[in-house]
């Protein structure tokens, strides 16, 4: 009897729970938005909502964003608005953007004027679905909803017992810089003697409308004279009166106004105690019209709930590809965000058919992606996409040949006309590397055409621009700076250009992937040329220093010889030439050597993980006969750099290649040289993971399963593919693709003998 009442009142005890107690934990519900969002380490990330590659990222914005400054800050303790952003990233700039704040009390337009007081325990932050409370002096609170589709917002609004309830739209936002470094990195003179932004209220309808032409890139850009960030905000409560601003000058049922530095409009209504007030905000780069047309098919009701579900929908659809049981739920967040952040950029930049080219400054029909960070995705965040969102790398490709089409060049870090920020024509890379793995969804005689273009032609200023930083005002493109020298001496010298070194040996990677294509379509001549200029980083090793060193045009070595680097010193870009690594060993003395050098690059702490260069440096190990010094380094960096933290990733993510870094390091295997359709082998960090992708329109998976895996045991024993054991240290895509189980067998010792 005893038991039957304990049983019955465990029936009734379960009963009174939440239905979803039990319901499995999507792996969407997994993501941590908050990583990488501190100031801190400068992760540059947003806990933004919206799809995967949304055109239209909306955040809360918790400072005035700037180049060197993201609108969220985990740290910040106040918000002065909720912005259509997009600034992709900390060292980039925003354009085209408009943010709202909702405001009661007394009317206060500027945004450090009308900032209010929030905590993270009254937040909630995922890719679908944000909310916030705000609090006034008064300690009044105003609830804020937030969830949107690619181009699209939409806000719940709930305002306290007021009389009156009021929304703070900014359409311009050029803030006075602190100094002249900041005036010069965020184009602070050019903007304000250029752009003119327009705002008008629309009373009979109930919306705002205006556009925003700002760039905060705009120096560094060529001139746009149709560019626009257009945009359209509705409300479902009837405006009461209303106004509009300029920096400090308040205009009280003016309608329409334009202005050139802050500008904005603000609109009230009648309110009661837990009255909610929706607000929805349609973007476009095409026109008001086409703004109107993308919140028709985005967002065309009400219902803010039915666009959460669809966004989330989204994400789980893209989250869902890949499987970790086993897995902790710290591992399931750290995993789970990382492929969040690797599946958000290039963004979307057309708009159903149609888009915006900052290459020619026109509409065209077609599709486009923009925000591409070249020289940091083509290491490992685009290799990633083939097996995460394989559908859209056909239309990438296609997008950066519109841009070819359009402007006469491939792009390098279009944001969103083409800055010049970093070097080389990466694209090639990505090309090249996506046709190795056998995708044809794309124009490949344009594609070569394209790259050859990079690889052969100089940039009609190649030889008249001599750059004294890294953000020169827009002359020309620059491409390959030095090409000229490249191809007569056989290196960038650093009397010409700076980042002589560097240039060199990206230049040679690129060459490397062209060469690739102009094979597969039998150019042997052009193959031979591109394979020889590939192997132009060897006329910049310094036998004498053991180093890549800046080169004189003379020949001779420049003094200077901690010069002619990107984002780096002479060990950083040491073991660079990822195109020809059996070279640069025999160019270093051989394997032990070339071993002993790596140990004292990772001895004396020259490896920097939070920046691209080295990205493939732990891997270097597999091509020296010594692959548990890269298994030892990718346990150590894969916790180490990446933490359930909102400073959980050590350094700016880059739009995704840190995430996409530990996302291949976790699986065990590294695409280190692009174009080469080869992966080195690593250490998986998870006892099992499932990947599902597409190939060729039909869907297959593979698991990898790390056998044995544990704290102990973090060393590779053997690997076997579908039961074969493999004798390299390498595995190509043609071997993953086309095979079901990747199995790692752990031990807590190196083996000495898989050489």
């Known amino acids: 009897m005893k038991v039957i009442q304990q049983l019955f009142f465990l029936f009734a005890f379960l009963l009174l729970l939440p239905l979803n107690l039990f319901a499995q934990k999507a792996e969407v519900d997994y993501v941590n938005s908050y990583i990488g969002s501190a100031r801190n380490k400068e992760g540059g990330l947003l806990p933004a909502v919206g799809p995967p590659f949304a055109m239209t990222n909306f955040c809360a914005q918790t400072g005035e964003n700037a180049i060197d400054r993201m609108p969220y800050y985990y740290e910040d303790k106040q918000i002065m608005g909720f912005i259509a952003t997009h600034q992709p990233t900390l060292w980039m700039g925003d354009y085209g953007y408009v943010s709202l704040m909702p405001q009661i009390g007394e009317l206060k337009t500027l945004p450090n004027d009308r900032q209010l007081n929030f905590s993270h325990g009254e937040e909630k932050v995922s890719p679908y679905y944000y909310t916030v409370n705000l609090k006034t002096k008064e300690n ?6 937030m969830t949107s589709s690619s181009r699209c917002g939409i806000f719940r609004l709930t305002f306290p017992s007021v009389k009156e309830a009021r929304i703070i739209i900014q359409a311009l936002n050029i803030k006075e810089p602190k100094n002249e470094w900041e005036s010069r990195l965020n184009s602070y003179k050019q903007r304000i003697d250029s752009i003119t932004a327009y705002i008008n209220i629309d009373i009979k309808h109930n919306e705002i ?3 925003n032409p700002d760039r905060v890139n705009y120096s560094v850009e060529q001139k746009l004279p149709n560019f626009n960030g257009y945009f359209i905000i509705q409300f479902d409560k009837p405006i009461k009166s209303y106004g509009t601003w300029n920096n400090d000058n308040v205009y009280k049922s003016i309608a329409s106004l334009k202005g050139n530095k802050r500008l904005g409009a603000f609109v009230n ?6 009255k909610q007030i929706k607000v929805k905000i349609a973007t476009s780069f095409i026109s008001l019209d086409q703004a109107r047309e993308n919140l028709k098919r985005e967002i065309p009701a009400w219902d803010f709930n039915k666009v959460v579900i669809q966004t989330k929908s989204s994400w789980q659809q893209s989250l869902v590809k890949f499987k970790i049981p086993g897995a902790t739920d710290e591992q399931k967040s750290i995993f789970y965000t990382a492929i969040y952040h690797s599946c958000m950029y290039p963004r979307e930049f057309s708009e159903y ?8 400054d026109k509409i065209h029909k077609g599709v486009s992606y923009n925000d591409y960070s070249l020289w940091d995705t083509y290491r490992a965040l685009h290799p990633f996409l083939i097996f995460a969102q394989p559908q859209r790398v056909n239309d990438m490709i296609t997008s950066m040949l519109n841009m070819y089409k359009e402007s006469g060049w491939l792009p390098m870090w279009p944001n969103p006309a083409e800055t010049n920020v970093m070097i080389s024509t990466h694209a090639d890379a990505v090309i090249a590397d996506a046709y190795v793995k056998g995708f044809r969804g794309f124009d490949v005689n344009t594609a070569y055409q394209a790259m050859y273009k990079n690889a052969f032609v100089p940039t009609p200023c190649d030889l008249t621009v001599v750059e004294k930083n890294n953000r020169p005002d827009w002359i020309c493109f620059e491409g390959r700076a030095g090409l000229n020298y490249y191809h007569s001496i056989g290196y960038v010298p650093s009397d010409k250009k700076r980042e002589s070194v ?3 040996i990206e230049y040679g990677i690129d060459d490397y992937c062209t060469a690739q294509l102009a094979k597969s379509l039998y150019k042997m001549a052009d193959y031979d040329s591109l394979i020889k200029w590939s192997k132009n980083y060897k006329n910049l090793y310094n036998l004498e220093s053991g180093f890549m060193a800046p080169r004189l045009t003379n020949g001779t070595w420049d003094k200077n010889t901690k010069g002619g680097f990107t984002e780096g010193s002479p060990w950083t870009y040491l073991f660079g030439s990822t195109q020809d690594i059996s070279g640069l060993i025999s ?3 051989g394997r032990e050597h070339f071993a002993a050098k790596l140990d004292s690059n990772f001895i004396g702490n020259h490896y920097v993980h939070e920046n691209e260069p080295g990205h493939h440096y732990i891997y270097l190990y597999d091509y020296c006969g010594q692959p548990w010094k890269t298994q030892e380094l990718i346990r150590k960096h894969t916790r180490l ?3 359930n933290l909102p400073n959980g990733i050590n350094g700016n993510d880059d739009c995704g290649q840190m995430s996409a870094w530990y996302l291949f390091s976790v699986m065990g295997f590294y695409p280190v040289t692009p174009g080469s359709g080869l992966y080195a082998i690593g250490a998986p960090q998870l006892p099992l993971i ?18 044995n895996l544990s704290e102990e045991n973090m060393y590779v024993q053997k690997v076997l593919l579908d039961g074969k054991t493999l004798e390299s240290h390498f595995i190509s895509h043609d071997q993953i693709i086309k095979h079901k189980t990747l199995v790692f067998v752990m031990g807590a010792k190196p083996n000495y003998n898989w050489h």
Not at 140 to 145: G, H, L, S, T, W
């Open 140 to 145: 009044n609170i105003i609830k804020v909803e």
């Open 209 to 211: 409308t205006g556009y």
């Open 269 to 274: 209504f009648a309110t009661k105690s837990g």
């Open 353 to 360: 058919g149609k888009y915006y080219s900052a290459g020619d």
């Open 502 to 504: 560097s240039r060199t």
């Open 587 to 589: 160019l270093m003395g």
């Open 641 to 643: 750099n990446y933490q």
């Open 690 to 707: 499932t990947m599902k992708y597409t190939v060729k329109g039909k869907t297959t998976s593979l698991s990898i399963l790390a056998k």
